[in-house]
């Protein structure tokens, strides 16, 4: 009984900019109804790393859903979404710009057979504006929003994430924006349309670069490990070969931090004492540090640090993360099976609620697992027409 529970969500579309999203609502309580292709279905059910024929993603970003197979591009297939729609709150789609008006599907269709019905879109570069209609992946978003620019080592070429990073800030941002909607809904009675563009996501989170450069007249770039001007606050090597993170810049952190080292004597140097001298050397300081450090076990460390309230963190890998104590306490691995009935670690649930927790109680469920009872149950098809349906692959 999570906080969107008796919610229902429609998830239409595929890969990860959508169906993140839709996990997160499902996550939170909501009915969510997946569509995907018959036979094929979401290419994330292949994806990355296989088990027994079944990607390790697909059983946690196809969690909590019902999996109903639709041909979209069938005229049949697009009525059967329209009589789903007209029983739902939320419609969730990431197909290029245009689509969903050439199937009947976009908002003014689905209005017409519910006025109530919020449609959230996810796409490259949002649903209008000249580059609407391009192809638009979470990469080339990364790009074009700024980030790319700022990640990586000076000198280099930019560097990306090691995750889906564009993609996942815009399914946020379209769970933020579907429950702002369902909120506004709930004083006018009305839906509308949400326009999450995957480039913008991305820019959302670029600070105050685009003033640094205009007002400031400073271009901010790729800095490697650090933030220029912010020492220390850096990467930090331990005796056993980890890597811990110590963010010690501020003045009374700093304090403490040099009497963990046993050298309360940097807070009183000039060239240490004040925030803008430890980012003019910025490089030496690092290196006073590394020196320190590494002579400690990554576990003394960070001990030691933690008693002086230092804030400091191990730069955690897949594996220490399922050691962690931390995780396991706040239920951040939850062990499920998939359905071949392999058990498997997943993320948890984001953020936590005291009064009505989400829960995972179905992983990825296998392909149109679900598709007569939804239509069945949602749609008002009869047995006759079902038949006919399979019959003629539309389902």
């Given amino acids: 009984m999570g906080p969107l529970h008796g919610i229902r969500v429609l998830e239409l579309g595929s890969f990860i900019a959508g169906p993140f999203a839709g996990q997160l609502l499902a996550d939170y309580g909501a009915e969510v109804v997946k569509v995907e292709p018959p036979r094929a279905g979401d290419p994330m059910r292949h994806w990355g790393v296989t088990k027994d024929g079944e990607s390790l993603w697909w059983p946690a970003i196809g969690r909590n859903k019902k999996s109903v197979t639709v041909d979209l591009r069938d005229e049949r297939g697009q009525q059967l979404v329209r009589d789903l729609a007209a029983s739902c709150d939320v419609v969730l789609e990431n197909f290029r710009p245009g689509t969903l008006a050439r199937w009947g599907l976009d908002y003014a269709g689905l209005a017409e057979v519910n006025p109530r019905i919020v449609l959230v879109h996810v796409s490259g570069f949002g649903q209008t504006g000249p580059g609407a209609s391009q192809a638009g992946f979470g990469s080339v978003a990364e790009a074009v929003g700024g980030i790319r620019y700022t990640t990586g080592s000076p000198g280099d070429a930019p560097a990306r994430a090691g995750i889906s990073l564009g993609d996942s800030l815009a399914s946020l941002f379209a769970v933020i924006g579907a429950l702002a909607a369902l909120a506004e809904r709930g004083t006018s009675g009305r839906g509308q349309e949400v326009d999450v563009a995957i480039y913008e996501a991305v820019f959302a989170l670029m600070e105050s670069t685009v003033a640094d450069y205009h007002t400031g007249g400073k271009l901010r770039t790729r800095s490697g490990s650090v933030l220029p001007g912010v020492a220390p606050s850096n990467v930090y090597p331990a005796a056993d070969d980890a890597q811990v993170v110590i963010a010690a810049n501020a003045d009374t952190v700093f304090a403490r931090l040099a009497a963990a080292m046993g050298r309360p004597d940097l807070t009183t140097d000039p060239r240490y004492a004040t925030h803008s001298a430890r980012g003019e050397r910025m490089a030496e300081l690092d290196e006073l540090i590394s020196v320190w450090s590494s002579k400690l076990k990554s576990k003394d460390l960070i001990e030691q640090l933690q008693q002086h309230g230092v804030p400091v963190g191990r730069i955690n890998t897949a594996a220490s993360i399922l050691a962690d104590p931390q995780f396991a306490d706040r239920d951040m691995i939850l ?61």
Avoid at 344 to 360: E, H, Q
């Fill in 335 to 395: 062990w499920r099976q998939n359905a071949a009935g392999t058990e498997l670690p997943m993320n948890g649930i984001v953020p936590k609620f005291s009064r009505t927790p989400g829960a995972v109680t179905r992983t990825g469920p296998p392909l149109g697992a679900d598709t007569d009872d939804v239509l069945t149950a949602l749609a008002g098809t009869d047995a006759e027409s079902l038949a006919t349906l399979h019959a003629d692959g539309v389902i």
